[in-house]
C-alpha cells in the first residue's frame, strides 16, 4: 500500500492503495497522471438551489449580497459553483431548505432521467436524498416521486431531508430487491452501491477499505439491483444506472449484463457544458457491446468533479 502527495477532503494526504494506482495506470495510460493529480486536489463546492422553495437567480442575488460567489453551472439553472464560503452548510438558507450541497457530478445522473410530466419517478438507493431533491425539482410537482433506501440510519437522513426541502416525495424503508411489483415506474434513478472510489477528493480515507474483492463484492449486487429495477420499470420506460466508481466491473461490467438479457438498449446522454466520455468497449480481455460508448465516464480531471459513470437504459417493449 502507499500514500500518494497532495491533499484532499479535510487537507489530509489521501490514502490511494498500491493496487489501485496499478489498476488505473494501466486502465487510463498516459492520463494517468493528470488523473491521480486531480484526485489529490480537494474538490470545489457547488449547490444545487431548491426551486421548489425559491427562484434559482433570486438566491444566487441574495446570497451575493452576503459576500458569497456564485457562478452559474451551464448544464442546469438550479447548478451553481461556490467559491469563498467555508461553511454553507451552516447558513440560514440551507437550514431553511434553499439550496442543497452537492457536487458537480453527482448532479448528472438525474439530469439524464429526461423526466417529463406526470412520471412516476422512483429513486431506488435513496438515501440521504440529494439526488431525489433534483428528480422532485425537475418534476415541480407534475409527477410522482418516490424515494426508498433499507438503511434504517441513511432511511432517517432520507426523510428528514424530504422534510426539509419540501420535496412532496413519498420515503419508503425497504430494499428494493425485496419489490414484489413489475412494470410500474416511468422513470428509474439507480444510483447504486459502489466501493466509492470516486469519494477519495471528499474523503481522503475513501479508499483505506478498497479492493478488488470489495469492487467484485459490490457488482455482483449492483447487477442484482439492476435487473430488479428493470423490473419494475414500464415498457419503454427509463433506468438512468449510475455509480461513483471507476471500475468497469461495476460500471459497463453491469450494464452489458442489462444487455446481455435483451430486455434494454442504451441511450446517448446530453449534458449542456459539460464534458463526458463514453464508456469502456473493451477490458481484461472482455468485449463490450458497441451501445456501451453512450455511456458516460465522468473523468476528474476534465470538469474538476469527483469520478461518475452514468447509463441511461431504455426498457425495450415485448
Not at 438525474?110 to 431533491?133: F, Y
Not at 469519494?199 to 479508499?207: E, I, N, Q, T
Request: aromatic share 8%; with cysteine; charged share 30%.
Amino acid at each position: 500500500m502507499q500514500e500518494t502527495q497532495g491533499k484532499a477532503g479535510n487537507g489530509k494526504k489521501p490514502f490511494i492503495p498500491q493496487e489501485f494506482t496499478d489498476k488505473y495506470t494501466q486502465i487510463l495510460g498516459q492520463e494517468a497522471g493528470a488523473f491521480f493529480e486531480c484526485c489529490n486536489r480537494k474538490i470545489p463546492k457547488s449547490i444545487w438551489v431548491n426551486s421548489l422553495k425559491i427562484r434559482p437567480q433570486l438566491l444566487a442575488k441574495d446570497l451575493g449580497k452576503k459576500g458569497w460567489n456564485l457562478v452559474q453551472l451551464p448544464f442546469h439553472e438550479n447548478a451553481f459553483a461556490l467559491e469563498g464560503v467555508e461553511r454553507p452548510g451552516g447558513s440560514d438558507e440551507f437550514n431553511a431548505g434553499l439550496f442543497n450541497l452537492q457536487e458537480k457530478a453527482s448532479m448528472i445522473p438525474a439530469l439524464a432521467l429526461d423526466l417529463h410530466k406526470g412520471d412516476v419517478a422512483l429513486d431506488a438507493c435513496a438515501a440521504p436524498g440529494n439526488k431525489t431533491l433534483q428528480v422532485a425539482c425537475l418534476l415541480n410537482g407534475a409527477g410522482k416521486v418516490v424515494a426508498a433506501d433499507k438503511n434504517v440510519e441513511r432511511f432517517r437522513s432520507l426523510r428528514f431531508n424530504i422534510r426539509k426541502f419540501g420535496m412532496g416525495a413519498i420515503a419508503k424503508r425497504m430494499d428494493i430487491l425485496d419489490a414484489k411489483r413489475k412494470g410500474v415506474v416511468d422513470r428509474i434513478l439507480l444510483d447504486a452501491p459502489c466501493s466509492s472510489e470516486g469519494l477519495v477528493r471528499k474523503d481522503p480515507d475513501a479508499l483505506r477499505n478498497w479492493s478488488m474483492e470489495l469492487v467484485q463484492k459490490k457488482a455482483s449486487l449492483q447487477k442484482k439491483l439492476a435487473d430488479k429495477c428493470l423490473e419494475l420499470l414500464k415498457p419503454d420506460g427509463v433506468m438512468v444506472y449510475s455509480t461513483c466508481s471507476f471500475a468497469p466491473e461495476e460500471d459497463e461490467e453491469v450494464v452489458q449484463h442489462l444487455l446481455d438479457g435483451a430486455k434494454a438498449r442504451i441511450e446517448a446522454i446530453k449534458i449542456k457544458g459539460f464534458k463526458m466520455r463514453g464508456g469502456m468497449r473493451e477490458y481484461n480481455g472482455a468485449r463490450y457491446d458497441a451501445s456501451l460508448a453512450k455511456t458516460a465516464r465522468i473523468y476528474p480531471q476534465d470538469n474538476d468533479t469527483q469520478q461518475f459513470f452514468v447509463a441511461k437504459i431504455r426498457k425495450i417493449s415485448t
